[in-house]
C-alpha cells in the first residue's frame, strides 16, 4: 500500500495544547490510513495520551486543525468524535463501574423502544452477541462491571469500541491491565480489525507490542513529535533513541521535536 | 476465565428453603433488612404503648393512617434526593425552597388570583400548583445550572441556596402567615376531606394488585423472547401473592380508619343524611399527599430505571469520566437532576401548605435533613452511583415512624432529635459494614 496514493483517514496538523503554562502537545503532526496500525511512542508525559484525547474529544486543542478523509472536522467532545466513527479504549477503561456490561456496551447510545423506554432486553442480547464473539467466555451480563476481572473489563471496553461501526480506533495502552494469554488475544483483535479496514492508533510505551503490531511509528518527546517511520526501515535501538534522546534515524521523516544534529 | 453466573433455575444443594427463596424471588436482601428494622420498629412502639396505656397505640388504624400522611412530603423529597446523591451531589436547600414556594403560592391564591378570578375559582389551585412545580424546578436548575457549568460543589450552591431561599421566603410576606388557602388547594393535605374513602381505596387497590401481576406476566414474556433464564413460576407466585396481599392490607388499614365523629356529624347535617344509632361511620380511605407520594415513587423509579436519563444518572454517579467520555453530556444531566429536586420540593411545598391550610416562611425547616437522612437510611451512597428510590421511601417511612412513636410515648423532642441522630449514624455504620463484608465474598 502506498500512503501516498490515498487520502488519509485521520490527519491532524499543527496541533497544540497547553495546561497552565506547560505545552502538553507542542504543534504535533499525525496522520493514520485505513487498514494501518501507527504506534505512538513515547515517555509518560510525552504528550501522546494527550494528542490522542484531542482526536477523541476528550480534550479541547488549543490551535491546530484535524481532518477526517480530507475534510476539516470540528471535534469538540466525544460526541462529535464518535460521530465521525473515533472510538476510543482508554488507559482506565472509563467504564461505569456500577451498571452492568450491555449497559456499558451502550452508554450514550441506549437502545430504546417505541415509547422511548429503555431496551434492555434488547440490549443484553446484543451484548451477548457481541462478547460471545470476543470473549466466549463470558457470562456475567448481569453484574455490574466493577465485579469483572481486568481481562474482561477489557473485552467489553473493545466492544464498545468496535460495536458501532468505528472507523478509527483510538487504543491506549491497551494491555496494560492484562495477562499474556489476553495480551495475544488483543493482538488478535487488532489484526482482524486492520484486515476489515479500521484505522488504529496503538499507544504504548512498550515498544515490543508496537513493533509487532505496528505498520508506521510517530515518537513524541516533550510534547513534540520527534519523527515518524515505517516499522521496517528502523531497529528498535534507533526507536529507543527517538524515544529516550530525541534523535531521528535516517529511516524515519523528522519532526520538529527532533534533536539537532 | 469466569465462573458461571448462578442462572435463577439452578438450585445448589444443602440450600435453606429461606436462601432458596430469596434467590429464586430476585429478593433484594437489603430491602428485607430495612423491612425487617421498620417492623421492629413499629412493634416495638406498639408494645411499650401497650405497656403505658394498656393498648397497642402505634398499629392502630388511626396512628397509620397519620403515619401515611406524615410521611408523604418528606418521601415525595427522598426520592429526588437519591437521583441527586447518585450523581455524587448534595441539595442542602429543600427545606428552605418549600418555605420560598410555599409562601408565593400562598399569597398567589390568597391575595393575588381571587382578584382576577374570583374567590372559589377551580382554577386557583392548578396555577397555584402548576406555579409550585415551576418555581422549584426553575430554582433547582439555576442552582444546578452553578454547579455544572461553574464548578462550584454543590454542598456550597445549596448551603447558599439554604439562606438565600429562607430568607427570601420571609420577605415575600414579610414574616405573615398567609391563612386560610383555597379550599381545593389544601385537600392536597389529607384530612377527612381529603381522602378518597372506601370505594375509590378499594378501586385503587385492584388496579395496584392488576398492576402487579401484570408486571410479573409482561416481564416473564420479555424474558422469555430473549431466552433468558426465568424465575421458576413458584417464586412468580410468591411475589404476586405477597405483593398484593400488602395493597390489600394497606387497604384495610387505611379504610378501618374513620372519620372523627364530629367531622362525619358535620357532613351529616350539611348533606341531610340521618345519623345512625352509634354515629355515623365513614371510612377516610387513602389520603391525597399519600398517593401524590405513591404515584410520585412510580414515576421516579420509571425514570430511574427505564430511561436514558435514568441510566446516565447511574453511570455518572458510578464514574464521571466515563460518561463523560462516552458521550453523556454530564452538564446537562447534573442540571435536570437539580431541576427535578426542585420540583419535588414544590410538590412537597403544596402537600406541607395545605396540610397547615396555611403558608409561613418557616415551613420545611430542618426538612432537607430528613429528606437525606431518608434517603442515606434507604441504602444510598454517599460515595455515589448507589441507591434505590423505593429504598428511599422505606426510609423515609423509618425516619417518620421513629418520630411518631416518641411522640405518641411522650418523649420530649430534644431526645427525639438525639434519637434520629443516632438512628441515622447507626444506620449507616451497619449498611457500611454489611458492604465491605459482601465486598470481600
Known amino acids: 500500500m502506498d500512503p501516498n496514493a490515498i487520502t488519509p483517514l485521520v490527519e491532524m496538523k499543527d496541533v497544540s495544547i497547553a495546561f497552565g503554562g506547560v505545552k502538553a502537545v507542542d504543534h504535533a503532526y499525525i496522520d493514520l490510513y485505513p487498514g494501518e496500525v501507527v504506534g505512538l511512542l513515547g515517555h509518560n508525559g510525552a504528550g501522546k495520551s494527550c494528542l490522542i484525547k484531542i482526536l477523541s474529544g476528550a480534550y479541547k486543542r488549543d490551535s491546530g486543525q484535524i481532518f477526517i478523509n480530507g475534510q476539516e472536522v470540528k471535534i469538540d467532545n466525544p460526541r462529535d468524535a464518535k460521530h465521525y466513527g473515533i472510538e476510543t479504549v482508554y488507559q482506565a477503561l472509563a467504564l461505569a463501574d456500577n451498571v452492568d456490561a450491555a449497559s456499558n456496551l451502550y452508554l450514550g447510545r441506549e437502545l430504546l423502544t417505541r415509547w422511548g423506554t429503555l431496551d434492555d432486553a434488547s440490549m443484553e442480547a446484543e451484548a451477548r452477541k457481541v462478547m460471545g464473539r470476543l470473549n466466549p467466555n463470558f457470562r456475567r451480563f448481569k453484574e455490574p462491571v466493577v465485579a469483572l476481572s481486568g481481562g474482561q473489563r477489557q473485552s467489553v471496553a473493545i466492544a464498545r469500541a468496535i460495536h458501532f461501526d468505528a472507523k478509527v480506533l483510538i487504543m491506549d495502552e491497551p494491555t496494560a491491565a492484562l495477562g499474556p494469554a489476553e495480551t495475544a488475544q488483543v493482538g488478535e483483535l487488532i489484526k482482524q480489525l486492520k484486515s476489515e479496514g479500521l484505522g488504529i492508533f496503538l499507544i504504548s510505551h512498550d515498544i515490543h507490542d508496537v513493533f509487532d503490531l505496528a505498520d508506521r511509528v510517530t515518537v513524541m518527546k516533550n510534547g513534540q513529535v520527534v519523527g515518524t517511520g515505517r516499522v521496517e526501515d528502523m531497529t528498535k535501538d534507533e526507536v529507543l533513541g527517538m524515544i529516550i534522546l530525541g534523535k531521528c534515524p535516517p529511516g524515519a521523516v523528522p519532526g520538529p521535536g527532533a534533536m539537532a544534529s | ?441
Not at chain 2, 406476566?217 to 410468591?238: I, L, T
Open chain 2, 1 to 441: 476465565m469466569t465462573s458461571a453466573a448462578p442462572s435463577a433455575t439452578s438450585a445448589a444443594p444443602n440450600e435453606s428453603a429461606i436462601r432458596r427463596l430469596l434467590r429464586a424471588t430476585e429478593v433484594d436482601t437489603r430491602m428485607l433488612g430495612m423491612i425487617g428494622a421498620l417492623a421492629l420498629i413499629w412493634i416495638g412502639f406498639n408494645i411499650i404503648t401497650w405497656a403505658q396505656n394498656g393498648e397497642g397505640l402505634f398499629l392502630s388504624p388511626r396512628n397509620l393512617w397519620n403515619l401515611s400522611v406524615q410521611t408523604s412530603s418528606i418521601a415525595v423529597m427522598a426520592t429526588g434526593m437519591v437521583l441527586v446523591i447518585v450523581m455524587r451531589h448534595i441539595d442542602l436547600s429543600v427545606g428552605s425552597i418549600i418555605g420560598f414556594v410555599s409562601t408565593i403560592i400562598g399569597v398567589a391564591q390568597v391575595h393575588i388570583l381571587p382578584a382576577y378570578l374570583g374567590l372559589d375559582n377551580p382554577a386557583i389551585w392548578i396555577i397555584a400548583v402548576i406555579l409550585a412545580l415551576a418555581i422549584g424546578a426553575a430554582i433547582g436548575a439555576f442552582q444546578g445550572s452553578l454547579v455544572a457549568y461553574i464548578g462550584i460543589p454543590s454542598f456550597i450552591v445549596t448551603l447558599g441556596g439554604q439562606l438565600f431561599w429562607r430568607g427570601a421566603a420571609w420577605w415575600v410576606t414579610t414574616g405573615q402567615t398567609i391563612a386560610p388557602l383555597d379550599d381545593r388547594f389544601a385537600l392536597m393535605g389529607g384530612g377527612p376531606h381529603g381522602s378518597i374513602g372506601a370505594t375509590a381505596s378499594w378501586i385503587i387497590a385492584a388496579i395496584c394488585c392488576a398492576g402487579i401481576v401484570f408486571g410479573l406476566y409482561a416481564g416473564r414474556q420479555r424474558r422469555a423472547r430473549f431466552r433468558f433464564p426465568q424465575r421458576p413460576m413458584w417464586a412468580e407466585y410468591v411475589i404476586a401473592v405477597v405483593g398484593c396481599l400488602v395493597v390489600l392490607g394497606a387497604t384495610t388499614i387505611v379504610n378501618a380508619y374513620p372519620w372523627p365523629e364530629r367531622v362525619a356529624a358535620a357532613y351529616a347535617e350539611a348533606n341531610n343524611i340521618p345519623v345512625p344509632e352509634g354515629g355515623l361511620v365513614i371510612s377516610t380511605g387513602y389520603a391525597i399527599p399519600v398517593l401524590i407520594a405513591l404515584v410520585t415513587g412510580l414515576v421516579m423509579t420509571f425514570l430511574a430505571r427505564r430511561t436514558r436519563f435514568g441510566r446516565y444518572v447511574y453511570a455518572t454517579g458510578g464514574n464521571p469520566e466515563a460518561a463523560e467520555l462516552a458521550g453523556v453530556n454530564t452538564k446537562r444531566i447534573t442540571i435536570l437532576v437539580f431541576a427535578l429536586m426542585g420540583a419535588l420540593a414544590g410538590i412537597a411545598a403544596c402537600i406541607d401548605s395545605a396540610r397547615l391550610d396555611s403558608a409561613t416562611n418557616v415551613l420545611g425547616q430542618f426538612d432537607e435533613l430528613y429528606v437525606i437522612a431518608a434517603a442515606v437510611i434507604g441504602g444510598t451512597s454517599l460515595a455515589g452511583g448507589v441507591g434505590t428510590i423505593y429504598g428511599a421511601l422505606i426510609g423515609a417511612l423509618v425516619i417518620q415512624s421513629l418520630q411518631s412513636g416518641m411522640v405518641l410515648l411522650g418523649l420530649d423532642s430534644a431526645f427525639q432529635q438525639m434519637v434520629v441522630g443516632l438512628v441515622l449514624v447507626g444506620a449507616v455504620g451497619i449498611d457500611t459494614f454489611y458492604r465491605r463484608r459482601t465486598a470481600k465474598g
